[in-house]
């Protein structure tokens, strides 16, 4: 079974409008990080954040971090139709596991 | 600057068969990780190799075996092909391996089992 679980798993919005994301997860973790993945292509890295940490940005993404509720959310702003992907939330448990854990991803489509 | 490079990129296999797919990682990194992705799902966590040993292997059978070389490139071997093992395979590599930092992702090997 896969440790994260993301909502919603498709979402269809027009471009320029913003695009929310949810991540539910089951153990605890040591991190979180979202990845996308265009249609037939690998997975790029997005963001990391920490346990200790809450909230990051990266341009126009923006990561919340709940370890109470063991959620996370990806928020895209002003979405293009570059942003047009799969995205997927991933744990990592402590210094000494090396796996990724990974959810079944939301697919996003913008509409230009 | 290279990055993560897979081959073959698509692969048709039979039932039964074996197959043995290629990974070059990101130049400066000495881990390799492989997982499987079906089609709809995220990826699964095969096995992971550091100083060419595996270091952890995720829930999968025997049948699936790796190596890594002293270049650190790594070649995913899977045996006795069953039509459920029809999914992308993805190798990721990064420097030290551990799962509290970012992993750079090949393009994958589509592989289908008729």
């Known amino acids: 079974s896969q440790q994260g679980e993301e909502d919603p798993q498709a979402l269809s919005i027009q471009e320029g409008e913003n695009a929310t994301m949810n991540c539910s997860y089951k153990?605890?973790?040591?991190?979180l990080q979202w990845y996308r993945q265009n249609s037939g292509r690998g997975l790029v890295h997005l963001i990391l954040?920490?346990?200790?940490?809450r909230e990051k940005h990266s341009g126009r993404l923006r990561v919340t971090l709940d370890t109470s509720k063991k959620s996370s959310s990806l928020l895209i702003t002003a979405s293009r139709a570059a942003d047009t992907a799969s995205y997927f939330c991933a744990t990592g448990w402590g210094s000494n596991d090396y796996k990724l854990s990974f959810g079944a991803g939301t697919t996003v489509t913008v509409r230009a | 600057d290279a990055g993560v490079t897979q081959s073959p990129t698509h692969l048709i296999k039979t039932r039964g068969q074996q197959v043995t797919l290629r990974c070059s990682p990101k130049s400066g990194h000495d881990t390799v990780s492989w997982y499987q992705q079906a089609l709809g799902q995220g990826p699964q966590f095969i096995f992971q190799?550091?100083?060419?040993?595996?270091?952890q292997r995720g829930n999968f059978p025997d049948r699936f075996s790796g190596h890594q070389f002293p270049n650190y490139s790594s070649e995913l071997n899977v045996n006795a092909l069953l039509l459920g093992d029809s999914a992308l395979y993805l190798c990721?590599?990064?420097?030290?391996?551990?799962?509290?930092?970012?992993?750079?992702f090949g393009d994958g090997t589509r592989l289908s089992i008729l």
């Open positions: 990721a590599s990064s420097l030290w391996g551990r799962a509290n930092q970012p992993q750079h």
């Open positions: 190799y550091y100083e060419e040993e595996e270091r």
């Open positions: 954040i920490r346990s200790n940490e």
């Open positions: 153990t605890s973790i040591n991190n």
